[in-house]
């Protein structure tokens, strides 16, 4: 079974899924976030999947940030649409930046490196890495 991360934004969520195994993280799509729902669905018809993970912004004192709201109602719309599929939330304070931060170096071309919808999926990535080894260190 799968593990599905997102990183959501208003306007785009960024998606990562694990292999069966649950050892890699791997970019899926992202997708405009009012056709996030239909993706979904038709990805869990296809394959399963045990548990999403959200990412939830916090200011860094840890405190909810102003766009936590919209990913909490998010999250509510997961477990309303998907209610045999957990969901949990982690800490993405810093995920964009890191993704960023990974994609300049990648070589890629400066046009390349600013597709927003490219942080993004880096970013679902980086927040499903992280609940994977957040997950395998409490096991």
Known sequence: M???AFDYGTKRVGMAVTDPLQLIA??????HAKDVQDYVK?????????????????????????????VKGFVRSLRSA?????VETID??????????????????????????????VSAVIILQSYLERRDFHR
């Open 2 to 4: 799968r593990i599905m």
């Open 26 to 31: 791997t970019a899926l799509e992202t997708v």
């Open 42 to 70: 038709a990805y869990v018809a296809r394959e399963d999947v045990e548990v999403f993970v959200v990412g939830m912004p916090r200011q860094l004192d840890g405190s909810d940030s102003e766009s936590a709201q919209h």
């Open 82 to 86: 998907f209610p045999a599929i957990p």
């Open 92 to 121: 993405e304070r810093f995920t964009s930046k890191i993704a960023s931060a990974s994609i300049a170096q990648s070589g890629m071309t400066k046009k390349k490196r600013q597709d927003k919808s490219l942080i993004d999926s």
